[in-house]
């Protein structure tokens, strides 16, 4: 077991890959074979890759908040003019489909969270045929989302209403930029540094769901979430590092965390939440 | 470094769930799943005690149809999650919701209260993010218990020697115990015990149920 990403990096030198290293890890603490680990974890990319397929088809949130903007993006794509960039916009469009999904009570997957699950989803399907990534190299790519997202999870956290969105869609982000890396064929020790690069961005970041729903601003956040996965891979694999150490900025992130009043930190009370427009539509949604 | 609170790379990945949040929504099934396992009945009556976070976005995130459908027995990515609260209304059972503004341990914390008869139970429990949960009072007495962990509960009648012929079962089984839990229910004849354990065997959950004087047993991992 790795506690540090710096013994997540040393150890995963032993090892083929980061997923291996991880996979190992599993069958050391669980009862689990590793044809049930992959089994399981094959179960989780097929809802993750059904929920992009739903969400860009167009859904509606229960309350009506959130729903067919990955519809739009899809359009807007497809007209092939924009600024960014096809990959990135499609790791966008992925995003919100997912989380619109999940808005609607529908079928989804964790990645950590619920309200953050666009972001590993959105960047995986944008990027794998792209990079031609096989079946097993999909499911390698959650395993080392999940090996990076393990060490942020217990040296900082990932709920929202424990350390602020800065824990959440930081980390989803920062677990999918680290797995892209690796994905596109840089080292470890650059994975290393797309996680840095993203934490640092999204440090101070605040939980202020309108109506306590997750829905406003939560899907424009992984949204985001998920083009800063693929800028920070884009910067680490350029040879980019960060200045302060990995695990250095994960510990400021759970500082930061502890500092946060109760208000941003998922009760409904402060930030985008606090706003005229959001105190109306609490009223308007549960009288 | 903190405590560590994440074990599995499928408290990262996963749970596959019915939305909106892995915390109010599968993390509080979670919680009620478990308490229900503990209860061993249905229960005729259910009162649930939100705090911090749980009371003030309850409805907004299905915090309260979570919790009643993991006591229902639902799993967090049972469709039919979104019913509950009217499956039991149908199946008779008295559900009470009460938002509380005292401060509590972890933010999103439920105490959940179920009664039949003279049998009840009293929990607390935490949804800790990624939709992992932690259950840390049981009828007053602070426990630790968390998934991930292969566990056994069982519920057996407050009789002498119970706690020999389960240990024995583990032992015989060559199965380290890593911790074990002893408790009474506040008003009854039943006991408890939550034993998490280093392994697993197939045979141990049937064993366990055919010592005499036990009510039931589940096994959590």
Redesign the interface.
């Known amino acids: 077991?790795f506690?540090?990403i710096k013994e997540l990096v040393a150890q995963s030198h032993d090892y083929p890959s980061v997923a291996e290293l991880?996979?190992a890890?599993?069958l050391e603490?669980?009862?689990r074979t590793r044809e049930q680990?992959r089994e399981?974890?094959a179960?989780?990319l097929e809802?993750m890759t059904q929920s992009v397929a739903e969400g860009v088809a167009g859904v509606q949130s229960v309350t009506g908040l959130t729903g067919g903007e990955a519809k739009k993006l899809d359009d807007y794509i497809a007209a092939g003019d924009w600024l960014s960039g096809e990959p990135i916009l499609e790791a966008v469009r992925n995003a919100v489909a997912v989380n619109e999904?999940?808005?609607?009570?529908?079928?989804?997957?964790?990645?950590?969270?619920?309200?953050s699950?666009g972001v590993?989803a959105g960047v995986l399907t944008a990027v794998r045929e792209r990079l031609n990534l096989s079946h097993d190299q999909q499911v390698d790519f959650?395993?080392t989302?999940?090996?990076f997202?393990?060490v942020i999870?217990?040296?900082a956290?990932?709920?929202?209403?424990?350390g602020g969105c800065q824990?959440?869609v930081g980390s989803a982000s920062a677990?999918a930029a680290a797995s892209l890396v690796l994905a596109k064929g840089g080292t470890v020790e650059q994975a290393s540094a797309a996680v840095a690069i993203t934490l640092q961005n999204m440090l101070g970041l605040v939980c202020d769901?309108v109506?306590?729903?997750?829905?406003v601003p939560c899907v424009k956040r992984n949204a985001l979430g998920a083009s800063q996965a693929m800028v920070s891979a884009d910067m680490a694999l350029a040879g980019m590092i960060s200045v302060i150490p990995t695990d250095e900025v994960i510990e400021a992130v759970?500082k930061v965390g502890v500092q946060l009043p109760?208000s941003l930190?998922?009760?409904?009370?402060g930030g985008l939440a606090a706003t005229p427009t959001a105190v109306r539509l609490k009223q308007e949604?549960?009288g | 470094m903190p405590e560590v609170r994440f074990h599995s790379v499928f408290d990262i990945i996963g749970p596959v769930m019915v939305g909106p949040s892995s915390s109010h929504t599968a993390g509080a099934s979670r919680i009620g799943r478990v308490v229900r396992n503990i209860f061993g009945e249905a229960p005729a009556r259910i009162d649930v005690y939100l705090y911090e976070s749980f009371a003030k976005t309850y409805r907004g995130h299905g915090t309260d149809v979570a919790i009643i459908g993991g006591l229902l027995g639902m799993a967090p990515d049972d469709p039919h999650l979104r019913d509950s609260l009217r499956l039991a209304h149908e199946a008779g059972i008295k559900v009470t919701f009460i938002p509380k503004s005292d401060k509590v341990d972890h933010p999103n914390s439920a105490r959940i209260v179920l009664q039949k008869g003279d049998h009840k139970l009293s929990v607390l429990g935490e949804s800790i993010g990624g939709g992992n949960i932690r259950i840390t009072e049981l009828n007053g007495f602070k426990i630790s218990l968390s998934m991930g962990t292969p566990t056994y509960i069982t519920i057996h009648d407050d009789v002498p020697g119970m706690i020999a012929a389960v240990t024995k079962i583990f032992s015989d089984s060559g199965i380290n115990i890593g911790t074990m839990t002893v408790t009474r229910e506040a008003k009854g004849e039943h006991a408890i015990m939550i034993i998490e354990v280093d392994g697993y065997q197939a045979d141990i959950l049937a064993r366990l149920k055919a010592i005499p004087h036990m009510v039931n047993v589940t096994y959590f991992e």
């Open positions: 077991m506690y540090t991880m996979i890890v599993e603490n669980t009862t680990v399981l974890m179960r989780n809802v999904v999940n808005a609607k009570m529908g079928l989804i997957c964790a990645t950590p969270t619920a309200g699950a590993l959650l395993f989302a999940g090996a997202g393990l999870a217990n040296n956290g990932i709920a929202g209403a424990e824990e959440e677990m769901p109506a306590g729903l997750v829905e759970r109760s930190r998922e009760t409904g009370e949604i549960f």
